[in-house]
């Protein structure tokens, strides 16, 4: 497994960091291509896929999931689940544009 995480450590740190953004050069994509490539073989790592909705679910999926009736499966949602979930984010919205009407009326 250190073999494959070196691996793609050296991949990381080559990549431009000008060129890098998320969905664009990032970690991911040098994950992807060594993966493709067959590096957790020729480095003799075991490795399974999870499920995306079952394992690491965002908020901005809960619609499609729920169109799918997959809703129920969900067992670990990804850290910013609640964030990018559009009933939540309006919330924190209306909570910020509130705080920021009391500052503006004291100011």
Not at 91 to 98: C, D, L, S, T
């Amino acid at each position: 497994m250190l073999r494959f995480l070196d691996r793609r450590e050296a991949a990381v740190l080559a990549q431009d960091p000008l060129d890098t953004w998320a969905g664009h050069n990032c970690d991911q994509h040098h994950f992807n291509r060594l993966l493709t490539a067959g590096a957790l073989e020729e480095c003799g790592v075991a490795f399974h896929e999870f499920d995306n909705v079952v394992y690491n679910c965002r908020g901005i999926m809960q619609e499609e999931v729920k169109r799918l009736g997959r809703a129920g499966d969900m067992k670990l949602r990804n850290l910013p689940y609640s964030a990018t979930g559009p009933a939540t984010a309006r919330e924190v919205f209306r909570k910020i544009g509130a705080s920021l009407g009391g500052q503006l009326r004291r100011g």
